[in-house]
C-alpha cells in the first residue's frame, strides 16, 4: 500500500506503525479469503467468487487450528475476505477466536449483508475496520457488480457501520471505465463520514482475466494517480486558519484536514511511490521524509509481509495469486509453509535483488519499490515472471 496522504501531505495514519516501523520480528499481515461463496458476481473479483460457488471450506475447528498458528508468525493483522465473508456462517465464532488470541482483525466486504443487528455484532466482535467495496456512481456499481439495487445496498451498510462507530473505509478497484468517478469517491466519504480510502490497481486474476481491456494502459494509470493525488491535496491537506493571537496575524494550520478524509492509499502497483516522489520534485516539494518512509516500508512485500490463505487451507503470497499455492495449512503448519527456505517462489520473492525484472533491477527507485514481480499461470518458471501490474514510470524518470 502506498500512503499518498501520508507521503504527500503529510498526515499520519492508523497503520503508520505497521507500515513503516516493521521489524525482523513483524510477520505477516494475513489475508483469509474464508469461503468462495458470494451474493454478487463482480466482473473483476479476483477469487472469481459467486452464489454458486460449492468449494470445499475448512470446518470450524480446522479454521481454529489455522488461527492459532498466527502468534507463531508475529501475524499483527487477521484480514476476513472471501467471497463475502459474512456468507460464513462460523464468522463470528472466528473473529472471536481471533479476539482471544489478541490478534487484530479487519473484514473485507461488499457491505450489502451490513444491517443494524450485524453491524453491531461486527463491533461486538472486536473488528477493528471494515472495508466496503464500491466501483462508483449508482448505475455503474450495479453494472459492474452485476446486481441491481446493490449500490443503495452498500451505502446502507455504510451508513449502519458508522451510526455505531465502527471504522469503516472505502476500497474501490480503478478500470478504465470507471476512472472518472475517482473524484465521487472522495465526495461519498465526505458525505458518510469515512475516513480511509483505498483505491486498488486491476490485476488480472480470476474473473479479471475476462475484461483484460478495463485495464488501464500506462497514461491512462498515470491520469488516475494524478486524480487521487489532486483529491487527497484538496481533501486532506490540513486547512490553513488565521492565528489572531500572533502580533502579525499569520497563517497556521489547525492539524485537522478540511473535510474529514484521513488516510488515502493507492494498492496493488509500487510504482505509485516512486511516480508520487517524482511529481513532488517537478513542484519543488522535498521529498526527503517520503523518501524515507518509502524505504522503511520495504517495497513490495508480497510473501514477505503478507500471506493469503483461502477456504480450503491452500497458501499463496497474496490474494491474487491464487493460481499457485505454496502447501495447505490442514497438511502442514502455516509457520513451516512460510519459513521454508526452500520454497522457489519465496526465494525469488524474497531475494529480488538477484531475481526482479531486469529493467526493475536499473531502476534508481528500486529499492523503494522492489517491483511487482509476479507470475499469473500456474507455472513459475522463470520466463513466466514479468510485472504485474506493469510499471508506468518512463525510462527518464527511472534514471536510464
Not at 476476513?80 to 473485507?108: N, Q
Request: proline letters at 4%.
Amino acid at each position: 500500500m502506498i500512503n499518498i496522504s501520508k507521503l504527500y501531505s503529510g498526515l499520519a495514519g492508523q497503520s503508520d506503525e505497521l507500515r513503516y516501523a516493521h521489524t525482523a520480528k513483524t510477520g505477516p499481515i494475513v489475508v483469509y479469503n474464508c469461503t468462495a461463496k458470494c451474493n454478487l458476481r463482480c466482473l473483476h473479483c479476483y477469487s472469481a467468487s459467486d452464489a454458486s460457488r460449492k468449494d470445499a471450506e475448512m470446518t470450524t475447528e480446522q479454521a481454529k487450528k489455522f488461527i492459532a498458528e498466527l502468534p507463531e508468525i508475529n501475524a499483527p493483522v487477521l484480514l476476513f475476505s472471501g467471497g463475502e465473508p459474512l456468507l460464513r456462517g462460523d464468522l463470528f465464532e472466528l473473529l472471536a477466536e481471533a479476539k482471544r488470541l489478541r490478534i487484530r482483525t479487519v473484514i473485507s466486504t461488499n457491505g450489502i449483508l451490513i444491517d443494524e443487528p450485524t453491524a453491531g455484532k461486527l463491533k461486538n466482535a472486536g473488528l477493528s475496520y471494515i472495508g466496503i467495496s464500491l466501483d462508483g456512481a449508482e448505475p455503474f456499481h450495479d453494472k459492474f457488480r452485476q446486481k441491481k439495487g446493490a449500490f443503495n445496498a452498500t451505502i446502507k451498510g455504510i451508513q449502519n457501520c458508522q451510526k455505531i462507530g465502527l471504522r469503516t473505509g472505502l476500497r474501490f478497484t480503478i478500470t478504465k471505465s470507471n476512472a472518472s468517478q475517482i473524484p465521487l469517491v472522495f465526495d461519498i466519504a465526505v458525505e458518510n463520514e469515512i475516513k480511509r480510502l483505498c483505491f486498488y490497481h486491476l490485476i488480472r486474476s480470476g474473473r479479471a482475466t475476462e475484461i483484460e481491456s478495463e485495464i488501464l494502459t500506462g497514461q491512462q494509470t498515470r491520469d488516475a494517480v494524478d486524480t487521487i493525488i489532486q483529491k487527497t491535496d484538496e481533501f486532506v491537506r490540513p486547512a490553513p486558519i488565521l492565528d489572531r493571537s500572533h502580533p502579525r496575524i499569520q497563517t497556521v494550520f489547525a492539524g485537522q484536514n478540511r473535510c474529514g478524509v484521513e488516510e488515502v492509499l493507492t494498492v496493488g502497483n509500487h510504482a505509485d511511490g516512486p511516480y508520487l516522489l517524482v511529481k513532488m520534485q517537478q513542484k519543488g516539494i522535498s521529498i526527503d521524509q517520503p523518501q524515507k518512509l518509502l524505504l522503511a516500508n520495504g517495497g513490495n512485500r508480497i510473501g514477505q509481509g503478507i500471506v493469503c490463505v483461502n477456504w480450503k487451507g491452500d497458501v499463496f503470497p497474496d490474494q491474487f495469486w491464487q493460481n499457485y499455492s505454496l502447501g495447505n495449512v490442514m497438511q502442514r503448519g502455516l509457520r513451516e509453509i512460510w519459513t521454508n527456505p526452500d520454497k522457489p517462489v519465496l526465494k525469488k520473492l524474497r531475494n529480488k535483488d538477484k531475481f526482479a525484472d531486469k529493467r526493475c533491477l536499473r531502476c534508481k527507485w528500486f529499492n523503494l519499490c522492489k517491483g511487482n514481480f509476479r507470475f499469473l499461470g500456474p507455472d513459475p518458471a522463470d520466463e513466466n515472471w514479468l510485472l504485474e501490474p506493469a510499471c508506468y514510470l518512463t525510462d527518464n524518470e527511472i534514471g536510464l
